[in-house]
């Protein structure tokens, strides 16, 4: 094994008794210039849920479990805490880790999805620490991000079908789930895997649990009120689940490991009276620090590090924002056009793969059985809408991850007898390819199986289908205004996707559009008005309003018939 010499867990901190709160948020928002009403809020919370917080009790019942564990298994290692915000400090900490000749740690933060600052503000506080304590020589690796982690995931749904289990039949039949994790700005999140990770985690959980009806949130949200930050909100959520019909909500806090004030006060207080206003049973789920499954999961994290060749180095992984965008002919790297994913298992995604989807637009149909069955025997996948705005018209989108059959087989398709009497409709032609954003987790699913799942959804037989374009001063914007202004429309489609009212098929066409559109949209869904609904949300987005030069024509079509999806990789 590796020579690795102890362990360090790395908090959040909290305050322990009522004559700590007011020193313990000086430390938190120190030169972040918080005006003193907000400070003066978040105090009042601490003061109604009992004038402390429970976060060093969780975090030291953590630690005794986890020595535990380790010393079980085998593994003679001593382990530390440090908080970034109260006693214990992370500079008391690396004191002592000094002063005992330690060399070399594996580094522990107790957050589960990373941004900058649920991760990055921990490493940077470590090394400010490090420098503090006169330790600049200590060593520290980090463990693979758990947020899927199995065992995590075994935690949090365990804790959710304990409470399930307590909840009323009746109560039980009407009842949302509701994932939440603490809000961000947009210009962060644009930068980092937050999101991303949140929501794997809240399917993995909602999958163990056998569910499908599950929405996610965000709470505890503060700073400038004119600053954009990741929405929906939970209280919204909550609103939305009554006007759903529902009869009862359940809070899974999968962003929290412990009990600490913005679930206590947050959900415990606020979301409970808000549900109550609008007549909804409100449930809460348990978090998950005490839960044998988590304790495990550092077990298993720590002896990964200890038999890895190459173990992590802990780095800030958020990238800084650029004043200009990066144009690859600028970079003196090699270029490199291939798709690219999120790292998985230490290694990085890479692959020159991607599906291409077509869609062509005919009017003239009147016999769509001959023509089902011509698209039948065709070596392409392919999907048979009927043209809502056409009493004889009909769309056929195409798929492959050749191009090539697209020019082949498209042609010999559309000439033979069947479609030979139909008039082509030109300007509803829609051609583009899947691509990454470098987010993936799983690259090779997102490029060749995400949007044909969709598209071939059975369940799902509406769609509108268009393209667009955005105005070139889009281009000239930082990668952090970017970030910015797509996040909105990310939030919207990820926000109807949890609802289970649309999904997307969403293209890039730069160069192979015969229009110089840049995007093919397709909206996928059981019903046509949250189509319609979500594209009217999403004129109200500054993008929208301020960046798209072109939008549409539209194809809004109804199934007539799908080939059978099977995955591509």
Request: aromatic share 10%; proline share 5%; glycine share 6%.
């Amino acid at each position: 094994m590796s020579a690795f010499d102890h362990i360090l867990v790395i908090g959040f901190g909290g305050p322990t008794k009522p004559e700590e709160i007011r020193p313990f948020l000086e430390v938190v928002t120190r030169g972040r210039n918080i005006p003193q009403e907000r400070l003066d809020d978040v105090a009042h919370h601490y003061e109604v849920i009992g004038g402390r917080s429970p976060y060093n009790e969780y975090t030291f019942r953590l630690i005794k479990a986890l020595e535990d564990q380790l010393l079980n298994e085998g593994i003679h290692l001593p382990v530390f805490v440090g908080m970034r915000n109260w006693h214990p400090f992370l500079k008391d900490a690396l004191t002592t880790i000094k002063a005992r000749g330690l060399k070399k740690g594996i580094a522990l933060i107790l957050a589960p999805h990373r941004s900058e600052v649920s991760y990055d503000r921990y490493l940077q506080n470590l090394e400010e620490a490090k420098k503090d304590a006169d330790a600049t020589h200590l060593e520290y690796f980090g463990v693979e991000p758990w947020h899927n982690h199995s065992r995590f995931i075994e935690a949090q749904s365990e804790q959710v079908r304990t409470l399930l289990s307590k909840i009323p039949e009746d109560r039980k039949a009407s009842l949302q789930i509701i994932f939440t994790n603490h809000s961000i700005p947009l210009t962060m999140a644009s930068q980092c895997q937050y999101q991303d990770e949140f929501m794997e985690s809240s399917r993995l959980t909602a999958d163990a649990l056998g569910r499908v009806d599950w929405t996610h949130a965000y709470q505890s949200r503060s700073g400038n009120p004119f600053t954009a930050w990741l929405e929906p909100d939970i209280t919204a959520t909550i609103e939305q689940a009554a006007q759903k019909g529902k009869q009862s909500v359940l809070l899974v806090p999968i962003g929290f490991l412990c009990d600490n004030a913005e679930v206590l006060y947050d959900l415990d207080i606020e979301a409970k009276a808000e549900a109550a206003k609008l007549g909804l049973s409100f449930y809460r789920a348990s978090t998950v620090m005490d839960h044998p499954a988590f304790i495990s999961m550092w077990t298993d994290s720590i002896r990964q590090t200890m038999q890895t060749t190459t173990p992590r180095s802990l780095k800030v992984t958020t990238p800084a924002a650029t004043s200009a965008p990066h144009h690859p002919a600028t970079s003196a790297e090699p270029l490199d056009i291939r798709e690219k994913g999120a790292a998985k298992n230490g290694q990085p995604q890479v692959t020159d793969r991607r599906m291409y989807f077509q869609l062509f637009c005919f009017t003239g149909a009147f016999h769509l059985e001959k023509i089902v069955q011509k698209l039948k025997a065709s070596s392409l996948e392919t999907v048979l809408y009927r043209d809502l705005n056409d009493p004889y018209g009909i769309g056929v989108l195409l798929m492959s991850e050749k191009p090539e059959k697209l020019v082949k087989d498209g042609a010999d398709l559309f000439v033979s007898e069947e479609f030979k009497a139909l008039a082509p409709k030109s300007d509803l032609t829609m051609l583009g390819r899947t691509y990454s954003s470098g987010r993936e987790q799983d690259l090779e699913d997102w490029l060749l199986n995400k949007y044909r799942r969709n598209a071939l959804n059975t369940d799902w037989p509406w769609a509108v289908w268009y393209p667009l374009r955005r105005k070139p001063e889009f281009s000239l914007l930082t990668r952090e205004e970017q970030g910015k202004i797509l996040m909105e429309h990310a939030m919207l489609g990820m926000s109807y996707g949890a609802a289970g009212l649309a999904s997307d098929v969403r293209l890039s066409c730069y160069g192979i559009d015969k229009n110089d559109n840049e995007f093919v949209i397709g909206l996928v869904g059981s019903d046509l008005y949250p189509l319609s609904r979500l594209i009217q949300d999403m004129r109200k987005t500054q993008q929208t309003t301020k960046y798209i030069q072109s939008l549409g024509p539209f194809f809004v079509g109804h199934v007539v018939w799908q080939s059978p999806y099977k995955d591509a990789r």
